[in-house]
């Protein structure tokens, strides 16, 4: 397990504390669409953190081309259609190129800010010129007002239940998803960053805003400087 990362409930528990079953229940909302609108037809998407492919599929339904890396071996064994790697992100080297390279999941605000710098670094290293880099970034209230939940139509809930801060900017983030046979956990450490300073650590990396594709600031196309 990563410092700081604990996950329990049933079965295979990742580094970061993400239960694979779980994740293979999640439902797949409107970050599909939004990728789709904002990167040309047919584009060739690394998609790093890509889990069990809960994007990754609906990507290749649109006729995407999807390379999935995720440091769970467990998770990529639910990938299907996509070429996958095992690989931590920040270690990732493939001497290639692709049109978009995709950060979700809230992995641009790591704890850890050696980590979050390899991240980057690694979208730096793998988007191609005049390619993109798809960011997406926890909302504004993400740490505060807790806790909260959200009861979703399939009939299961999301519980952020507290974020306790552990120095340096980082939180101990605590989230619950209930479903009626099961109770995943998952806790993890996380960093808050205003929008200057996710800017900041985009232009640190060689990076810099193109457009904010969602009203709430939470998924980014970014470009090489």
């Known amino acids: 397990m990563r410092e700081g990362y604990q996950g329990t409930g049933p079965g295979a528990i990742t580094p970061d504390g993400c239960a694979v079953e779980l994740y293979s229940r999640l439902p797949v909302r409107d970050e599909p669409d939004i990728i789709a609108a904002a990167v040309p037809a047919g584009a060739r998407i690394l998609e790093l953190g890509s889990g069990v492919g809960r994007m990754t599929h609906p990507l290749l339904e649109r006729g995407f081309t999807v390379t999935a890396v995720d440091e769970s071996a467990d998770m990529l064994d639910r990938v299907r259609g996509a070429r996958t790697v095992c690989s931590p992100i920040e270690d990732l080297d493939l001497d290639e190129t ?128």
């Open 98 to 225: 692709f049109d978009v390279v995709m950060l979700a999941s809230f992995l641009v605000h790591a704890g850890d800010q050696e980590v979050r710098r390899g991240m980057l670094r690694t979208c730096v290293r793998h988007v191609a010129e005049g390619g993109y880099v798809l960011i997406q970034r926890e909302g504004e209230d993400y740490h505060t007002d807790l806790p909260r939940e959200r009861v979703d139509p399939s009939g299961f809930t999301t519980r952020i239940l507290s974020a306790e801060p552990v120095g340096d900017g980082v939180d101990s983030v605590r989230a619950e998803y209930v479903f009626p046979d099961a109770i995943w956990t998952q806790t993890f450490r996380s960093r808050s960053l205003t929008k200057e300073q996710f800017e900041e650590a985009l232009a640190e990396a060689g990076l810099r805003v193109d457009r904010y594709l969602t009203g709430d600031g939470t998924w980014v196309r970014a470009v090489k400087r």
